[in-house]
T-cell receptor, first 115, second 113 residues
Framework: DAGVTQSPTHLIKTRGQQVTLRCSPKSGHDTVSWYQQALGQGPQFIFQYYEEEERQRGNFPDRFSGHQFPNYSSELNVNALLLGDSALYLC??????????????FGPGTRLTVT | AQSVTQLDSHVSVSEGTPVLLRCNYS??????LFWYVQHPNKGLQLLLK??????LVKGINGFEAEFKKSETSFHLTKPSAHMSDAAEYFC???????????FGTGTRLQVFP
């Protein structure tokens, strides 16, 4: 059973560019959450997708957007990249039907470097 | 708003000695609390979770944590450290009625031979 997978592993972009990160949830999971982890910090919640819609959002600007596909996979898009967007981006999946456990499974992350 | 405070940014222990990683939470209700571990260049792994059942929670790899409402604490312990325990540990609270996770700033555990 494959866990949560993310691609690419590493990415280098220039300020002002746009980037798309991808996530496939754990088998049987229908909900995907995205987190940003800056160096030396704990992960910060960006947003969550369920049934192809953004279900809740953290304190991130509109430059951060996402999408969920019918197969539950998800994309995170960041426009007009800033140096401060350099971070590890983590995807986590869960099953909303089991929300009472609030258990999320994390992928290995995508390391984004903005130069 | 819910939050967690990890009281130590770094903890160093010798192999075979006990581990104590401290976490205090802030919440106006009974929260769901978690400990996650992050090894270098790897994703976050759930060690254990508290969801208003037994206050002493046992997790993987010999770790356990005790929920103490009176002290608003959820400290992580292990009787005997192993070299493979060296990693970053995060105390986490979930926002009420959601599965949005709020992370602490992390504690780096070093284990010396």
């Amino acid at each position: 059973d494959a866990g949560v997978t993310q691609s690419p592993t590493h990415l280098i972009k220039t300020r002002g560019q746009q980037v798309t990160l991808r996530c496939s949830p754990k088998s049987g999971h229908d909900t995907v959450s995205w987190y940003q982890q800056a160096l030396g910090q704990g992960p910060q919640f960006i947003f969550q997708y369920y049934e192809e819609e953004e279900r809740q959002r953290g304190n991130f600007p509109d430059r951060f957007s996402g999408h969920q596909f019918p197969n539950y996979s998800s994309e995170l898009n960041v426009n007009a990249l800033l140096l401060g967007d350099s971070a590890l981006y983590l995807c986590a999946s869960s099953n909303l039907g089991l929300a009472a456990t609030y258990e999320q499974y994390f992928g290995p992350g995508t390391r984004l470097t903005v130069t | 708003a819910q939050s967690v405070t990890q009281l130590d940014s770094h903890v160093s222990v010798s192999e075979g000695t006990p581990v104590l990683l401290r976490c205090n939470y802030s919440s106006s209700y009974s929260p769901s609390l978690f400990w996650y571990v992050q090894h270098p260049n790897k994703g976050l792994q759930l060690l254990l979770k508290y969801t208003s059942a037994a206050t002493l929670v046992k997790g993987i790899n010999g770790f356990e944590a005790e929920f103490k409402k009176s002290e608003t604490s959820f400290h992580l312990t292990k009787p005997s450290a192993h070299m493979s325990d060296a990693a970053e540990y995060f105390c986490v609270v979930s926002e009420r009625n959601t599965d949005k996770l709020i992370f602490g700033t992390g504690t780096r555990l070093q284990v010396f031979p």
